[in-house]
């Protein structure tokens, strides 16, 4: 099967996405002088836009690419926390495994640019502990979800509070009890993709995976050593380590052999903003439709690489995928 012919397949694939909600907020602007308040640039705002992020992208990437999301996160009955239901709703996208909570603050991250560059970056995690009684509700809200899954997402972002240890393992053993022989793909933490055990893939930049065994050289050595590291302590199926302009590595528990993907990007990055999103959202309907692991793997570079050379947060639908994989093919 060609990868245009397994991209046809996602229509209508139903993945459930677990993890942390976040809102995006960019503020545009340029410096017009140093501030009298201290050696910093002065920031005339011309324009400002916010989105719904961490999950937010990947569930929007989904959508536009033909599959179905479902989401189970939690929010603040905050401000931001209205804005993401809000959105949610918007794009008609079912809304009842969101758990709207008072206790805790919906995170948040505001990006200052100026002239094209990135001068700032603000963030709010989840500002308070978050209860065992929210825990309960969200894992509550995980197994009532629908029963024609067909992969799942967990996305850990790391924003606190919500991926402890004890809840990892809990969450994976009512995955594994509740949806069985369904694909599980996460996108863990540094600190904590050990505890991922016997998922299907684990995928991580290839940058942060050498930083987590503060690994300092990049080349295929250090590599081989990150990824088998990765593999062998999780006991995971896959590990996937994506860069966008170097090469990608596909590791497989069953398998010595390392899939190795040349780097698919030829034209200047614009954003890296939804790269990691789409390479998720990709590979969540690839497993939904029993695409091969490494056919999966290569259908979501291309969709990182097209992702990079857009504007920020530009959903495209699965032909301008295909088209962008076909003009690549051509260029080989």
């Not at 990006?111 to 308070?128: C, F, G, M, P």
């Not at 949806?179 to 050990?194: E, F, G, H, M």
């Not at 593999?231 to 590990?239: I, Y």
């Amino acid at each position: 099967m060609s990868q245009i012919d397994s991209i046809k397949e996602w229509k209508e694939k139903k993945v459930l996405i677990i993890g942390e909600a976040l809102v995006d907020k960019y503020i545009f602007g340029y410096a017009d002088r140093i501030s009298p308040d201290a050696p910093v640039p002065n920031i005339k705002i011309e324009r400002s836009e916010t989105y719904i992020g961490a999950i937010g992208l990947v569930l929007q990437f989904i959508k536009s690419l033909g599959g179905i999301p479902e989401v189970c996160t939690v929010i603040g009955s905050d401000y931001e926390g209205d804005f993401f239901l809000k959105y949610i709703k918007e794009l008609n996208i079912d809304s009842s495994g969101i758990i709207v909570e008072s206790s805790i603050k919906t995170p948040q991250i505001t990006r200052i640019k100026a002239l094209n560059q990135h001068l700032l970056r603000l963030e709010t995690d989840y500002s308070s502990e978050i209860s065992e009684d929210i825990i309960t509700k969200f894992i509550n809200s995980i197994e009532t979800r629908s029963s024609d899954i067909d992969s799942i997402l967990i996305l850990d972002y790391g924003t606190g509070g919500l991926f402890k240890d004890i809840f990892i393992q809990n969450l994976l053993s009512k995955l594994k009890k509740h949806y069985k022989n369904i694909p599980i793909l996460v996108r863990p933490s540094i600190s904590n993709y050990y505890l991922y055990e016997d998922v299907d893939l684990i995928k991580m930049n290839l940058q942060k995976a050498l930083d987590t065994f503060s690994i300092d050289c990049c080349n295929e050595t250090s590599i081989l050593i990150a990824g088998k590291k990765i593999l062998s302590s999780s006991k995971c199926r896959s590990v996937l380590l994506n860069y966008l302009e170097l090469e990608s590595y596909l590791f497989h528990k069953n398998n010595e052999v390392v899939d190795k993907f040349k780097p698919i990007l030829r034209q200047p990055v614009r954003s890296y903003v939804a790269v990691g999103s789409v390479i998720m959202a990709t590979l969540g309907l690839s497993y939904a439709s029993k695409i091969p692991v490494a056919s999966g793997a290569r259908i979501a570079l291309s969709a990182a690489a097209l992702s990079a050379t857009l504007p920020p947060v530009e959903f495209y639908n699965s032909d301008k995928l295909s088209s962008f994989i076909i003009a690549n093919s051509k260029n080989e």
